[in-house]
């Protein structure tokens, strides 16, 4: 069995100490990488195949740029595109900028959890352990209300309304029964659902959309 692996890419020396320091203590077994560019994080992520990374926006292109946040962008825009089920954390400052992505975000199917880098540690490590989970987490100003698309409805009717697991789910509308599970994970992004110890995310999720009017 390979070993969990997790590559944080951060050119802050001082974070990227901070990071590690914690991600080692949280995942004790796991093996921990870094990068400090964008050509860097692509080359680790190419030759490791992590299960998870931890990135942030600003950074240098290539050792001895300046760092910038269209780097950032540029990269992960580049690791969804040729990853699509990579978990993925932006661990960044500079988290607004991700609506220039927004579309590829909506689109990727890994965990995607955002966390500003004046969360706490411990915060930090609950969007690691969520991406991980495949749970799809983005600020309240990137959704722009409730905008669910015809196959989320779809899900949230078939499982609701009539009852259906999601191999049923997946069989009806004729998509894969992983898809439908990554279809719950936007859908719970959208209604502001996350895991919460104690609790079942179906059932807080069918609460949000009868209260949203969704479902009847």
Do not use: C
Not at 25 to 31: C, G, I, K, L, P
Not at 89 to 97: D, E, G, L, R, Y
Not at 132 to 154: H, S
Request: proline residues 2%.
């Amino acid at each position: 069995m390979s070993k969990f692996r997790i590559l944080v890419i951060d050119d802050h020396a001082m974070v990227l100490g901070g990071t590690t320091t914690a991600l080692k203590t949280h995942y004790s077994d796991a093996e921990l990488h870094t990068a400090q560019t964008a050509q860097q994080g692509l080359e680790q992520i190419k030759v490791l195949n992590p299960d998870v990374i931890v990135i942030d926006l600003s950074m240098p292109e290539k050792t001895g740029d300046i760092a910038k946040v269209d780097h950032g962008i540029q990269l992960l825009r580049q690791i969804m595109t040729d990853y699509p089920n990579l978990n993925i954390v932006v661990q960044s400052a500079h988290v607004k900028s991700l609506v220039r992505i927004k579309s590829a975000i909506a689109g990727h199917e890994g965990g995607f959890t955002i966390a500003d880098k004046g969360l706490s540690m411990q915060e930090m490590l609950t969007k690691v352990d969520w991406a991980m989970q495949g749970v799809v987490f983005t600020p309240k100003e990137m959704r722009n209300g409730i905008e669910m698309k015809a196959e989320w409805l779809d899900v949230l009717r078939l499982a609701f309304e009539e009852g259906l697991q999601d191999k049923g789910i997946a069989e009806r509308i004729n998509v894969a029964e992983r898809t439908v599970r990554h279809y719950w994970s936007k859908i719970q992004d959208v209604l502001d659902v996350y895991p919460d110890e104690g609790k079942n995310i179906r059932i807080q999720t069918e609460k949000r959309a009868r209260e949203e009017g969704l479902i009847d």
